[in-house]
């Protein structure tokens, strides 16, 4: 039972004293970066299991016709000035887009990261070095002709959708190339003192399991999480990613 006394509700039951509290708790706003082989429409289906939670989403548009040509802090700059009225944002990127997600917390506060099936900047050296020297990607996505086309989609990045969910999910494939955020050295100077959290696909045919279980240790200082899902569990897996998202913000809430 809940009351209202001189100080606020009042609260004698466990289970409504945590109502009470995820009610009056400040959760952040999740803001969703598309990578390079989707727009941001791949975020709808983990939105929508996000807002019958009462969690407000974003997902921020890097639109290729204007930021094809752009470096990370460009990039970063668009997606800060979109968010500019949000104060407490949890920032999560995926593929191309984890170069890109810690640069912004050059230009605005945000805390937590939340890397999904992604790329990470490595100090001091560009993309290009790291996708040539360290196997990031998978040799057979490196060497795909035409990663765009829809058999390329339902191969490499939908390996684990099906019937209707992958219908939707070849419509939601969308190039997005920025070739100077990968040729540049990384505008990162030390890694963000914020926390972050790690999805790796076990299935991914994209991203390198091995590589990610390598460089995220050493660059984020967390274990990935290993999910059995493909490249995009936005699209396959929206009900786990939406847990996963659920448990950062239920550490965040102010």
């Avoid at 995820?22 to 807002?51: E, N, Y």
């Avoid at 999560?92 to 917390?105: E, F, H, L, M």
């Avoid at 955020?181 to 959290?197: C, D, I, K």
Wanted: one cysteine or more; proline letters at 8%; hydrophobic letters at 40%.
């Amino acid at each position: 039972e809940a009351r209202d006394g001189p100080a606020g509700p009042s609260v004698t039951n466990p289970l409504s004293r945590a109502i009470v509290d995820r009610m009056t708790a400040r959760l952040p706003v999740i803001a969703f970066v598309h990578g390079c082989t989707q727009g941001p429409s791949g975020w709808d289906r983990v939105r929508d299991h996000l807002a019958v939670e009462g969690v407000d989403t974003i997902a921020i548009d890097l639109e290729p016709q204007r930021f094809d040509s752009a470096g990370a802090i460009e990039c970063s700059k668009h997606i800060a000035e979109t968010l500019r009225d949000i104060d407490h944002v949890v920032l999560v990127g995926t593929s191309c887009t984890g170069i890109i997600v810690p640069v912004v917390t050059m230009v605005r506060p945000i805390d937590p990261l939340v890397f999904v099936c992604a790329g990470l900047p490595d100090i001091g050296r560009s993309v290009t070095d790291q996708i040539f020297q360290d196997g990031v990607l998978h040799s057979e996505w490196a060497g795909c002709d035409s990663p765009y086309s829809p058999d390329a989609a339902r191969r490499f990045m939908f390996n684990d959708c099906d019937g209707e969910i992958l219908e939707w999910s070849l419509t939601t494939v969308r190039a997005f190339l920025p070739q100077p955020a990968y040729h540049e050295t990384t505008p990162l100077v030390r890694w963000p003192e914020v926390s972050s959290t790690y999805m790796l696909g076990t299935k991914d045919r994209i991203i390198s399991q091995d590589w990610a279980r390598n460089a995220v240790p050493r660059r984020l200082g967390v274990e990935p999480l290993e999910v059995a899902t493909g490249h995009c569990p936005q699209n396959s897996q929206p009900a786990l990613l939406s847990k996963l998202l659920m448990d950062v913000v239920s550490g965040t809430a102010r």
